[in-house]
């Protein structure tokens, strides 16, 4: 913790040995009103959770699973733009670290070379009028090896150390942690455009021939940009252009 450099990040930190899940904890200290930039980070889940309910592999010691408290002002709506941002500050991060490799497969995985390395988890409290709390949760890969992976991840999944960056995960943290909150200021202050242009340049999803799996409904097109709000564009092959919410879909290379 002396180590970071950051203002309000981690100002409020809360370790664990060990807990179900990193984003259950921080929802439970939100609700009772812990402040913006508390970051609840632990050494394994029992149950790491990804989206649509699938599970979030996360053994002790090898990776950084965290979550982040925000409580920006701006609607609801835009909740959806801070996967986004953090997809955006973390694949800086890595660049930091040597990795130029890493890419964002929208709306929500950082890749490296088809494998995921990290895989955010963005859960919204509040009204329709306004949020109360953001919980951004984040998983990193840093020391998981080859062999240790799981069947079902072998292919698909990698680590830090994986792709030849030899850090350690305090080091890592502090660079990524400094990363997302110089781009959530930037984001504040100057709104999102700039990040939105900077998503596009480190995207791996745009330009892409892609399937979009949503619930009874799968469909082929060329992802072809994001709109203000993070919505993917996909133009279907009779020319017109789908716009798509990152909600229940997931998307497949072809
Ligand atoms: P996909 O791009 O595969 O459709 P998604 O973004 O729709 O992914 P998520 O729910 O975001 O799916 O991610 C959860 C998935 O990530 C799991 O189903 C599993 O395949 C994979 N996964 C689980 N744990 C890890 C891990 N530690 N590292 C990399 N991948 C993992
Ligand atoms: C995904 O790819 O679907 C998102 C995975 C998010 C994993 C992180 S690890 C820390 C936090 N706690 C969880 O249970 N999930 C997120």
Same mark, same amino acid.
């Given at each position: ?5 950051? *203002? +309000? ?15 259950? #904890? ?9 402040? #913006? ?12 959770r990804g989206r649509l309910s699938r $599970? ?6 090898? &990776? ?8 920006? *002002?701006?609607? /609801?709506?835009?909740?959806p =733009?801070?996967t ?9 991060? %890595?660049?930091?670290? &040597?990795?130029? !490799?890493?890419?964002?497969?929208w709306p929500n !995985? ?5 494998? =995921?390395?990290?895989?955010?988890l963005t859960e919204m ?12 949760? @984040?998983?990193?890969? +840093?020391?998981?090896?080859? #062999? ?15 792709? $030849? ?7 890592? %943290?502090? @660079? ?30 745009? $330009?892409? #021939?892609?399937e979009v799996r949503a619930p009874g409904n799968t469909y082929?097109? +060329?992802?072809?940009?994001? *709109?203000?709000?993070?919505n993917l564009?996909?133009? @279907?092959?009779?020319?017109? +252009?789908k716009r798509v919410m990152a909600g229940d879909v997931s998307i497949r /290379?072809?």
């Amino acid at each position: 913790k002396q180590i970071l450099k950051t *203002d +309000v990040f981690g100002k409020r930190y809360v370790y664990m040995d060990t807990t179900e899940s990193t984003n259950l #904890e921080a929802r439970r200290l939100a609700q009772q009103g812990a402040e #913006e930039g508390t970051v609840v980070v632990t050494e394994e889940q029992a149950a790491g959770r990804g989206r649509l309910s699938r $599970g979030w592999y996360s053994p002790f010691g090898k &990776g950084l699973w965290f979550s982040l408290i925000l409580r920006p *002002d701006f609607a /609801p709506v835009e909740a959806p =733009k801070c996967t986004l941002m953090a997809a955006v500050a973390l694949t800086k991060a %890595f660049h930091k670290m &040597g990795l130029t !490799d890493a890419g964002i497969k929208w709306p929500n !995985d950082i890749l490296v070379n088809g494998r =995921k390395l990290v895989g955010i988890l963005t859960e919204m409290s509040g009204s329709m009028e306004e949020i109360s709390y953001i919980v951004m949760g @984040i998983g990193v890969n +840093v020391k998981t090896k080859q #062999e240790e992976l799981p069947e079902e991840l072998k292919l698909i999944a990698t680590s830090l150390t994986m792709e $030849g960056i030899d850090i350690e995960r305090t080091e890592a %943290f502090k @660079i990524i942690l400094e990363s997302l909150e110089h781009q959530y200021y930037e984001v504040l202050d100057s709104g999102f455009e700039e990040t939105l242009n900077e998503w596009r340049q480190l995207s791996v999803t745009l $330009g892409e #021939e892609i399937e979009v799996r949503a619930p009874g409904n799968t469909y082929e097109g +060329v992802a072809t940009d994001i *709109d203000e709000d993070g919505n993917l564009l996909v133009r @279907i092959p009779d020319g017109t +252009v789908k716009r798509v919410m990152a909600g229940d879909v997931s998307i497949r /290379p072809r």
